[in-house]
């Protein structure tokens, strides 16, 4: 054997023969420092839900106290009224919160599907169609996400006040038909979930425009549409300031106006803190159950519609 193969099988100096040479073991020095960063998120998002899931919790608890329970027990500790407070609540008035939560689901149902169509015929229109003063207008309904309603509410009123439709059910659904949020979204998912290349395939088979829009563009359009209507039903499920100015009759007060009538009930009658609170409590179970419903046609996928090879 020659010297070199000799000097080959030789070990390395300070190794042990049988062990394979390799990099020194990374250190895990910085290890801690990255876990702590890495924890802060899930403590901040802890803390959001906390901070949001604490007025719930209270509404929960207290729903189930008396009045004498509401202000002299602690504050989580649950009582034993809560029987006896929704039976007050059903008989108020021989019924008349169910009345105010039925205008609220016809406001917000009605209301909601209106809107979503409206986006999707707007937003479809301005991602697909290209025309004179597009970007003028969409622009414009950049404009009015940004306005404060408040703004709105009284040029509505007067409007709707020369046509004699103030203190209606229309006094309240005629101003939620537009919604320049749902339109923007509906724009922006329309862009991105509908190809070009499908439309202008539509298009060279014969199709019309509405055929294509209908049958093509609008299925995969549904989760863009489904979060704009339900972005808009909770908005007008929420709403508090339109229903106040347009309307005087309570049998058409939406609950959230029906509510706020109980703690304003004059000098010389006490507020009904403990129909307030349980009805809260009532009037957020639909918001939930809809949640639950719907979330399986939610998609985050923008891509989620289109053509399968």
């Known amino acids: 054997m020659s010297s070199l193969a000799v000097r080959k099988a030789q070990p390395a100096a300070g190794t042990t023969p049988g062990t394979a040479q390799g990099p020194p073991p990374a250190s895990g020095g910085g290890t801690p420092m990255r876990r702590r960063i890495a924890l802060l998120p899930t403590v901040t998002l802890l803390i959001g839900a906390l901070y949001c899931l604490l007025p719930v919790a ?48 016809l406001y917000a149902g009605l209301g909601a599907l209106l809107s979503t169509v409206v986006s999707a015929f707007s937003g479809y229109a301005l991602a697909v169609y290209r025309f004179r003063g597009r970007e003028t207008l969409f622009n414009v309904l950049l404009a009015g996400v940004l306005m404060p309603p408040v703004i709105l509410a009284v040029p ?26 749902g339109v923007y979204l509906s724009r922006i998912y329309a862009a991105a979930a509908v190809p070009a290349d ?6 060279m088979d014969g199709a019309s425009e509405w ?21 808009q039903f909770v908005a007008v499920w929420n709403n508090f300031l339109l229903p106040y100015i347009m309307l005087s009759d309570d049998e058409k007060f939406p609950i959230t106006l029906g509510l706020y009538t109980l703690l304003e009930q004059g000098a010389n009658t006490p507020a009904l803190y403990t129909l307030v609170i349980t009805g809260a409590l009532l009037a957020v179970l639909p918001l939930i159950l809809l949640f639950l419903v719907i979330q399986r046609f939610w998609s985050l996928d923008l891509l989620s519609g289109a053509v399968k090879s």
């Not at 189930?64 to 602690?74: A, M, N, P, V, Y």
Request: proline share 5%; hydrophobic share 50%.
């Open 58 to 105: 209270w509404v929960v608890v207290a729903a189930t106290k008396s009045g004498s329970e509401l202000f002299s027990t602690f504050t989580f500790l649950p009582g034993t009224g809560f029987t006896e407070n929704l039976s007050d609540l059903n008989a108020y008035r021989d019924g008349l919160y169910w009345t105010w939560m039925g205008n609220s689901a």
């Open 156 to 181: 509505q009123y007067l409007l709707l006040a020369e046509v004699d439709l103030t203190d209606s059910y229309l006094s309240v659904l005629l101003p939620l038909i537009l919604s320049p949020y």
């Open 198 to 203: 499908v439309i202008e395939a539509g298009r």
């Open 211 to 231: 055929h294509i829009f209908t049958r093509v563009a609008l299925p995969m359009m549904v989760p863009g549409l489904v979060t704009v209507f339900l972005f």
